[in-house]
């Protein structure tokens, strides 16, 4: 199974400024919660990570 988790970044992306907003099951239903929230703002990026359940790595 595949799983969408969102996070908020800075404009320039970087690791250490990632903030978790939550795992979505469909990109579109991420997508959608980001702007119900105001997630995408003129300073931040949303950045949604698309990970497969019951496996062992680092994201």
């Known amino acids: ?10 404009i320039h992306r970087t690791r250490a400024s990632r903030v978790f907003f939550g795992v979505f099951t469909s990109e579109t239903l991420a997508i959608d919660h980001a702007k119900e929230n105001g997630l995408y703002t003129h300073d931040a990026e949303v950045f949604i990570i698309e990970c497969d359940t019951d496996k062992f790595g680092e994201v």
């Open 1 to 10: 199974m595949t799983v969408f988790i969102l996070f908020q970044t800075d």
